[in-house]
Structures are given as C-alpha cells and as structure tokens.
C-alpha cells in the first residue's frame, strides 16, 4: 500500500521549508523514524524522520525546491502493513501532524502524527495479533533515539504522559550518550560571471540568512536606534573573577565575564524596566515585560542566532553560566529548539569575544535595548589624581529613542557600572 507522507507542521508558525538534501533514494528501504531529508526552516535546519518503515517509492521534489506544510513530499510502499484501518492511520497522520515529545523545533526531531502507533504492532496481519513483549509508547524519534544509542526501550520506563518514553528517559538511562550532529546545509554551488570582463560571484543567500537580513532590516527602519557609549573600570571584577575561575574550571564549569554582565544587567533592568520593553506601535502602548529572557547573540557557521536564557532573573552567576554555554554551543551546534530563539525581552551581544571594542548593536526586534560588549583591555587611566593601569570594559547601549530619552540611557551604563567595578555589590544586590 503506497503512503502519501506530507511534510509535517514543525511548529512556531513555520509553514515552509527549503529541501536542502534528501538522506534517501528511490528504491531505499526505511525504518520508521528514519530521517528521509535535511530541510531548512526561517530559524533552524532540521531532518524529518519517516512515519513509517517501507520501500521509498518517490521522491516528490528536488534538492533546492520550498516544501509547504501538507505537501506529499515522498511515496513510501507499505505494502507488508496490511493493517485494516491503515488508511485511517494515513488519513490521521496527514491531518493531525503536531510535534511530540516536546520537539517542536528539535533539529532532526519531527515526527507527522499525534497518535502513538506502537511499533510492535506495524507489519502485523491484524491488530488483535498476541503480543508478548510490553506495549511502549514512544514517537518515532524516541524509538530511532534508542536504536541509535543501542539501548532496548522495552527495558525503560517512560515518564511521559501514560508512561511514555520520552528522549530524557532514553539518555538517562544510558549516561553520556549525546544526540547526532546534523550535518551543516550545504551552499548551492557559487555562480561565476563577469562583469566588465572582471569576475564577480553570486552566492545565494540561505533561508536563515533571508530571515537575519529581513529582522534586521525591519528593526533598523523601523525603531530610531541611538547608542550610548561607556568604557568601566573593571579590574576588581577581573581580579575576583580570577581567584575563582580555576575551581569552577575543575567542575567543568567556565566562568566568564557574560554571566557576571548579565547578573548585572538584570539588576537595572529592574530599576529602569523601560529597557526590558517593547513598543506596541498599533496600540501606541509602552509593553514592560515583568519578566526577564535575555537573548545572547551568537555567532554561528548559519548567521547571527539569538538563543534565550529564560527567567535569568532566576539564576544565580554560576548557573547562568553553565546555561548560556550550553545554548550557544547547541545553538552552534544546530541542535537549539525552535522555542529557544523567541521571547527574549533584552540582548546581549558579546562581540568582544572575537576581538571587538566598540560597536553599535542593531535591537532585536521587538525589544527596546541591545547591549554590545567589547574586549576587556589593559590600558592608563587616571584615577585619584594618579595614572593608573586598569581593566576596561567597552559598552554599548543602543535603544529604541521612541520611547527611552537619552538621560536614561546614561542612567542604565552609570548603574551598570557601578555594580561591574564592584563585584561584591553586584552579588549583594542580587
């Protein structure tokens, strides 16, 4: 029996994708939760697994085409399924397909239908055949998850909803096993033309690209962005950060200056909750967020991403950054969920990292503020009448003028920088 497998609705509003690489051929034999293509979406590239195990029959589209939600995208025969309701189980997967196991956005973890279809039983001549071993409920990625690692998921108890086996139970129960990398996209190929007999490239821009570039746009034409300035003295805070860094460094925990800066910026965020906004042009409402997600831009082999460090208000210095290593790296990894690159209310953007001092950083849209952070340096100043040499902090805060004046800018960075040159204050304040 041939199955129309359309391509499932991953979620956050996404209702179309680039076929970057199909991972089967025509005349392949499948497995059930087996990835059959590399899509990419507006924020993350993902592999869709198979809903069901078969021969692939058809491939509907070429490497390179947009798939829209619903689309047949690829023909499997499941021929050996002669289950009676097999076409009201084709019928419920092509009409319900929501995202499980809270993988909505997972790179490589999509599954087509909201039914758990016990894979004992696909293949079987009847649905009332005798099963010997224990029904375990799990999606299609849980079951390939399991496979992969080699792990029987007969043998683990599920904590999901009615004991499901959910992808925590499956790591658990096998400690150290990491998820698969998925493969980078790979670039159409470059186009080579001449101008003027002078030789010019053409590179499409990828989809992730298209959409950095529209949110970039949207926001610098759409929020007058001004930027504020400041240099901090913050040698006490390098001094502190030192004595401390080697025994977290034992505990595979690497602290940073961002961490410290976050705590920081949450601080004044509270006094000046402006900066923790958004602006509601319809409505002309200034939106204050009670709440604190701080967005870290990060710089990764698809573009600029913006993984969310939710409730950061929550968190103490070192758990904030065992967190924010933790999404950048998936974030760089391809392997950040959908639901973490939304919601921030405020963003950071360490340019220092790779070398910068100043910059002035575009908003991300919708927010209010962005702070850009440069390389700490060694470098004279004068302090109490004496040159000195100390650790300065380069900052800038850009913000939408709409709604913030310019005194509050200066407010923010004068705040900030008294709580950055004195870590023992920044913790009791915390």
Do not use: C
């Amino acid at each position: 029996m041939k199955f129309e497998f359309r391509f499932p609705d991953i979620g956050e509003g996404i209702r179309e994708g680039t076929l970057m690489k199909w991972l089967v051929h025509e005349g392949d034999n499948i497995e059930e939760g087996q990835s059959v293509a590399e899509v990419e979406t507006d924020k993350v590239t993902t592999e869709i697994p198979s809903a069901k195990s078969g021969k692939v029959l058809e491939l509907k589209f070429e490497e390179g085409d947009t798939i829209e939600v619903e689309q047949v995208f690829i023909v499997i025969d499941t021929s050996d399924d002669s289950l009676e309701n097999e076409q009201e189980l084709n019928e419920l997967s092509e009409k319900k397909e929501v995202v499980e196991e809270e993988t909505a956005g997972v790179v490589g973890e999509v599954i087509a239908s909201s039914e758990v279809i016990p894979s004992s039983t696909e293949g079987q001549s009847s649905v009332n055949v005798n099963i010997e071993k224990k029904k375990v409920l799990a999606t299609p990625v849980a079951r390939k998850m399991a496979k992969d690692l080699g792990v029987d998921i007969q043998t683990i108890e599920g904590t999901g909803p009615q004991s499901r086996v959910m992808k925590e139970d499956i790591l658990n129960s096998k400690k150290g096993a990491k998820p698969f990398k998925v493969e980078e996209p790979k670039t159409e190929p470059v186009k080579v033309s001449y101008d003027n007999n002078e030789k010019v490239e053409r590179i499409p821009l990828t989809r992730i690209r298209k959409t950095i570039a529209e949110q970039m746009s949207k926001s610098r034409f759409t929020i007058p962005h001004t930027t504020a300035m400041d240099e901090i003295d913050v040698s006490k805070l390098v001094e502190f950060r030192n004595r401390h860094k080697d025994k977290f460094k034992a505990e595979d925990i690497n602290l940073t200056y961002l961490p410290f800066i976050i705590k920081a910026v949450i601080r004044v965020l509270k006094e000046f909750p402006e900066f923790n906004s958004s602006f509601d042009e319809e409505n002309q409402e200034l939106v204050l967020k009670h709440f604190y997600h701080i967005g870290i831009a990060t710089d990764t082999d698809r573009g600029l991403m913006v993984p969310v460090l939710r409730d950061a208000n929550e968190k103490n210095i070192v758990e904030i950054a065992k967190e924010v290593e933790d999404l950048s790296n998936r974030a760089k990894e391809n392997k950040a969920e959908l639901h973490e690159l939304k919601g921030s209310t405020f963003t950071v953007t360490n340019y220092g990292s790779i070398g910068g001092l100043f910059g002035i950083p575009i908003i991300n849209y919708p927010e209010s503020a962005i702070l850009g952070i440069g390389r700490i340096v060694k470098k004279p100043i004068v302090k109490d009448d004496e040159i000195v040499i100390a650790h300065m902090l380069p900052l800038s805060l850009s913000y939408d003028h709409r709604i913030i004046d310019g005194a509050s800018g200066a407010r923010f960075l004068n705040m900030l920088t008294q709580l950055l040159s004195n870590p023992e204050m920044l913790l009791l304040m915390s």
